[in-house]
Each structure stands twice: as C-alpha cells, then as structure tokens.
C-alpha cells in the first residue's frame, strides 16, 4: 500500500478494534500554561525554555518520568486574543490529595520562580483555588494530525456546553486514542471520543464521577491496575472517583493478579497482557503490532 493510502494511527486502531483500556499515562500533576498564539510541533519546548530557561524541556521530562508532574500548553476553543495575562494552572491529581489552583503570574518569566517538585509532591497552596473539573483535549496537529482532526471537534462540541472549563492542549500520550480527553484534577483519561461520546464524560465529571465508556483509565498508575479498577466497577456499577481503588500489582511477565477495593469488598482481579495478532501501517506511527488486555478472572476476596 502506498504511503498515500494508509490511514492515520487512529484510525488503524479502530480499523485492528483496538480499544483504550489500561492506556492512561503516568501524570500525577499538572502544570498547564496558555499560550494563545500558532502552535508548532516544539511549542511546549519553545515555551517552557522562554519561561524557564535553557534545558527546561529536558527537566521537565525528568520531572514527568520522576514524580509524575507534565507540562502541557493550553488554549481557549476558538480564535482568541493574547490576553494580558496568560492563564496558568497547577494541580495534583492522586487520590486523597486533589487539587488544582490559577497561579498569580504576570508573564510567562513569573514561572521560573515556581518550586516544581513541591507542585509535584504537595496539595495546593500555590495560588487561587478552581473548582474544577477542567477538560482538557488534545488538540495538537503538528504533533500528530489525529489530535487535531479527531481532538477538535470534541473541544468545539464541549466548549459550547463548558465553556470554562474547556481547554485544548498539547500531547499528553496515546494518539492513536485521539480525540483524547484528560479530566483535572480528577486524574481519569479517555480516547477515542467524538463530540457526541464525549458530553457523558463531561456530564460524569461535573458529579465526581467517572464514565465508563471510552475509559482509558486512572491516570498515574499500573496498566494491569487500571485494567482491574475498570472491570471491577463494571461489575458492581460504582462510579465515584475513588470507590474503586486498586491495590499493588503483582505481576508475572504478561499476567497480573490484583486486589481492587470496591466500596466495602475486596475483589481480586487477574489480568493478562496479549498481542491481537494483527498488524498495521500508519502514516502516523509507521507498524503497529497492537496488544489487548484480558480479565481473566475477577471474584471476591476478602470482605473490607
């Protein structure tokens, strides 16, 4: 096939029924910074060096891979003016310590005085307090043109009913799931959406809960532990933030056995990691040999 022909990275997912589950990333907490203007595929980089300095995308990265903190650039939906402050937000997204607070800054040089491992580590009391949930879409087309072709019609869609609480943002990992969305500080990650699949999450997230369509997973965590957190509330149909929680996972090569607390029982879940045995080209992302997860086993344990 040419390279003409071949279809972008989500839409080979689809085509090879690829689904999201147990893909979320390892983001713990957030730093979101606005940036009005074009967005090139280095925008972040551009940005965080400007504001931070030399070398700043390199310890940003070390500080995603460390303690879970990501940088990410966002925007308004829609053609918007520079304003006269950009709009800067911090947060934390682990359960029990949620926050997520509108920094205080003048211009993007206020940043390099922020204590970043302490937002990485600590619960607040950087700046003014939010009452999120902020919903933030992957938009970025010159990162890859799935974001941008399947990222913002959700944005669109979502900003006419919450307006305030709509962002795009760069990449925060998994295309090939576009469109993507990512609660804060709430910490859940979906793919894979449309406009009309992506007003229930939005509407889930305004209750403290979490949607179960489309569910990519809990941020910051295992895959397997994503993976038995979803089956478990599948089955008992709880979908408050944290009434399903999993425990360590102990994993032996591609399986994985978990305990998974579900309000007051304990589930134990065991989990294997296999490839589909199917394969694809992309124009995106060249060979794709995707994976799935199975649950092979999920009964009760012990009573909490």
Request: net charge neutral; aromatic share 4%; proline share 8%.
């Amino acid at each position: 096939m040419s390279a003409t022909k071949l279809p972008h990275c989500a839409a080979l997912a689809r085509q090879l029924g690829e689904r999201p589950t147990g893909t979320a990333s390892r983001i713990k907490s957030v730093l979101l910074i606005e940036h009005t203007g074009p967005w090139p595929v280095d925008v972040r980089e551009r940005l965080l060096t400007d504001a931070f300095g030399p070398g700043a995308p390199e310890r940003m990265d070390e500080l995603h891979v460390e303690l879970g903190l990501r940088s990410l650039v966002i925007r308004k939906p829609g053609r918007n003016a520079a304003p006269s402050r950009p709009t800067v937000f911090a947060g934390g997204c682990r359960p029990g310590r949620r926050w997520l607070e509108r920094l205080d800054i003048n211009d993007y040089s206020d940043l390099a005085a922020l204590d970043l491992p302490a937002i990485a580590e600590g619960t607040g009391g950087f700046g003014e307090p939010v009452d999120g949930p902020l919903l933030l879409v992957c938009v970025h087309g010159r990162k890859d043109a799935c974001c941008a072709m399947l990222g913002r019609p959700v944005a669109d869609a979502l900003a006419v009913q919450y307006p305030e609480r709509t962002w795009q943002c760069t990449h925060f990992g998994g295309d090939r799931w576009a469109g993507n969305l990512l609660v804060a500080p709430h910490g859940f990650m979906y793919g894979q959406l449309d406009p009309s699949s992506a007003e229930p999450v939005a509407r889930a997230a305004l209750r403290g809960e979490v949607a179960l369509d489309n569910l990519r997973g809990r941020v910051g965590t295992d895959p397997f532990a994503q993976v038995a957190e979803i089956a478990v509330r599948e089955r008992t149909g709880l979908l408050g933030l944290d009434e399903v929680m999993a425990g360590p996972v102990h994993a032996d090569g591609n399986q994985a056995t978990i305990e998974v607390r579900a309000g007051d029982t304990v589930f134990q879940v065991v989990v294997r990691r296999r490839p589909m045995g199917v394969h694809g080209h992309s124009l995106c992302s060249g060979e794709a040999h995707p994976h799935r997860f199975d649950v092979l086993d999920l009964r009760t344990a012990v009573p909490a």
